[in-house]
Nanobody, 120 residues
Framework: QLKESGGGLVQAGDSLKLSCTASGGAIGSYYIGWFRQAPGKARVLLGIIRANSEVTDYADSVKGRFTFSRDNARNTASLQMNSLKPEDTAVYYC???????????????WGQGTQVTVSS
């Protein structure tokens, strides 16, 4: 199981750090993807972090502002979000799978999401 945490209400320009914690098994060999979905909009892939912490599929909309990391020993992944904008408002999800294509397609194990709201 995956669980996201760290969401909340912030002002534009603020920072937040989201965490994705896995239980019930080790995810050290898994790809971990971060997604978000704003109200009335399609889910968007923000990026995928490999087991060796390399990041792929980095969304242009968050490059330079969002940083992906993971701690395999603690079975966690993080998304550091800086310079937040109102358009970053969404429910943020993490997903994990051993198959990169599966993650890209929205498959794998998912958390329940955490709400991030950025006020202007």
């Amino acid at each position: 199981q995956l669980k996201e945490s760290g969401g909340g209400l912030v002002q534009a320009g603020d920072s937040l750090k989201l965490s994705c914690t896995a239980s019930g098994g080790a995810i050290g060999s898994y790809y971990i993807g971060w997604f978000r979905q704003a109200p009335g909009k399609a889910r968007v892939l923000l990026g995928i972090i490999r087991a060796n912490s390399e990041v792929t599929d980095y969304a242009d909309s968050v490059k330079g502002r969002f940083t992906f990391s993971r701690d395999n020993a603690r079975n966690t992944a993080s998304l550091q979000m800086n310079s937040l904008k109102p358009e970053d408002t969404a429910v943020y999800y993490c997903a994990a799978d051993v198959n990169l294509l599966f993650i890209r397609g929205g498959g794998g194990y998912w958390g329940q999401g955490t709400q991030v709201t950025v006020s202007s």
